[in-house]
Structures are given as structure tokens and as C-alpha cells.
């Protein structure tokens, strides 16, 4: 069983992302930072790597796509409140992120997708607690509702 998530996202400019990730509230850690990468501390066990584009290289023998043309992967971690969605993507664009399309509004379950200054996709999210217990259409069924 894991007991710790790091997720490893290329970037261009390493300086730039690490402002940008300290602008929105997330620490970084010292100790795994040098002139290839810095850790992203978003949790006690979950991890943003940012690594330099030659860097990532190192890792794979498959070419690194350009999050700012295409995409490999979105990353998703949930709050606490609809309202903390809102107001982390007040933080992302103050720090020079961008929402990358309009809210998702499910009713049980509300999100907001955002790209770093690279590119990389993001996406903050609420979900009602009984909903993730239950599942969306056990939930939907109990409110009267469809999926």
C-alpha cells in the first residue's frame, strides 16, 4: 500500500514555478530542491516534483509533452467547501495561474480546472461528503434526482 503520492510535472522556467506554487499557499521543501527540481509540499503525503524539462528527460525514454500544447495527465485534490474551491482559484490566478474552463457544478460535487504558468492541468474539487460515501448516483437517487 502506498503511503505517499509525489506527482512529477515538467516545467521551463523551475523559478517561476516554485513562486507560482508558494503563491498559491503550497510550501516547498528544501531538503529535494537544487537547480533540477523542487518538492512541492501540498500535503503530509502528496507531493508535487517540478522538474526541469531536461531533467524529467532523465526518467524516460519517452519524449516529455509540452503541458502548454498537450495533455498528459490532470491532477485533481479535493477541499473542504464549495467556497475553498473559490477561493484557491483566486489564489492560482493572483499567482499568475489561469482557470483553464468554466466551474463544474454537479450539484454533489463541484470543481474548478486550472493550468500552471507551464501548462500543467489542474483541477480543485468539493465533493458532499455523503455523495463520496455513497456514490453520485446512490446520492442523486436519495435527493431525487438522475445522474
Not at 40 to 66: E, G, H, N, Q
Request: aromatic share 12%; glycine share 6%; charged share 20%.
Amino acid at each position: 500500500m502506498a503511503t505517499s503520492v509525489f506527482v512529477n510535472i515538467p516545467t521551463n522556467d523551475l523559478e517561476r514555478a516554485k513562486a507560482f506554487y508558494e503563491g498559491i499557499g503550497w510550501k516547498i521543501n528544501p531538503l529535494f530542491t537544487d537547480e533540477n527540481a523542487t518538492c512541492v509540499v501540498i500535503s503530509d503525503t502528496i507531493y508535487l516534483m517540478v522538474l526541469t524539462r531536461d531533467f524529467f528527460a532523465t526518467f524516460t525514454d519517452k519524449p516529455i509533452v509540452d503541458p502548454a500544447t498537450a495533455l498528459q495527465v490532470e491532477t485533481a485534490f479535493s477541499v473542504d467547501s464549495r467556497e475553498e474551491v473559490d477561493a484557491f482559484l483566486s489564489k492560482v490566478t493572483a499567482a499568475g495561474g489561469a482557470e483553464h474552463r468554466e466551474a463544474q457544478d454537479y450539484g454533489f460535487m463541484y470543481a474548478r480546472d486550472f493550468e500552471d504558468p507551464d501548462g500543467n492541468l489542474f483541477s480543485v474539487l468539493w465533493m458532499d461528503p455523503v455523495a463520496a460515501e455513497q456514490g453520485p448516483e446512490a446520492y442523486l437517487a436519495q435527493q431525487g434526482q438522475s445522474s
